[in-house]
């Protein structure tokens, strides 16, 4: 009976031999290979399952949302990793422009802006006329004109050049406020040099046309006898030097003059300046801030 059991193991296993000789695997082998595949997709399956959840989400202010690995919260940045780059640069991002970190296992860290302290009732109360006196002072510094200064034929105002029409703008707003007439010394001033200015080009004119006389004329001699040519350029050209003189001369006395009527413009504008911030100074008895009692100088 035993040899007839060992008989047939024998031929069973020449049996499975043969199937595997022609089929490349048998039954049991088959199976256990698609298990193993089923098993290791499940698991590749599983892990980037895990990858694809296992992200931190930075959600900025403004609405956006940043994938990310995080590294590391500091107190005024954050630094972390693109989650679709993870072997890449690490970036920076301010904590001002972060609402929300939201991490990958569930927990969240909100940043909120730091509530600016409240001031009581009482330091509203004594601190708000203060900075009322300071606004009121502000302003009237800011409003306050400052004084002007003529130099060289130009007008400044605190180290700047000015222009003409920047010139007339204040000393009109000036006049007509404290009634005086620095506008129109300067208006007059201002035609007397652009009288002056036209005097100037037609001395350079005629000094050109007598300069060219005169060498028409030394060209047109006969030898050492003068043609009546050569005469009639001569006269030219001494008068032409005559109404050049006279020309320069008058550029000279309205320039002069005009520089003269600026200045005197400037002088009135200014001396209305301190007439007026004198009339601005008070004296007053009254309450201080501090409860005390006493002068002020208002101004």
Known sequence: MEKYSKQVQWHERVMETETIQKNGASPKSRKSRGNFKLVTLLAFFILFSFRAVAQDVIV????????????????????????DNQTGPVYNVAISEIFMIKYANGSKDVFNEPAKPQETKTEQAVQQPIKEEVKQKSQKQQQMPVNLSFESGKVYSGGNVLTNEQVRNILMSNDSEMNTN???YYTSGCSQLGI?????????????IGTASF??????YDGDTPTDT?????????SSYGVSFTSFIISLINKSSGNNRIADAINIYNSSLKSKHSSDLSLNFGVTHSGGIGFTLDF
């Open 182 to 184: 620095a506008n129109y």
């Open 230 to 238: 050569s005469s009639l350029f001569n006269v030219i050209g001494w």
């Open 215 to 220: 060498i028409v004329s030394i060209l047109t």
């Open 60 to 83: 900025l202010k403004s609405g956006d949302e940043i994938k990310s690995l995080v590294q590391e919260v500091g107190t005024e940045y954050v630094k972390y990793k693109k989650f």
């Open 196 to 208: 002056a200015k036209s005097w100037g080009h037609a001395g350079w004119t005629f000094l050109g």
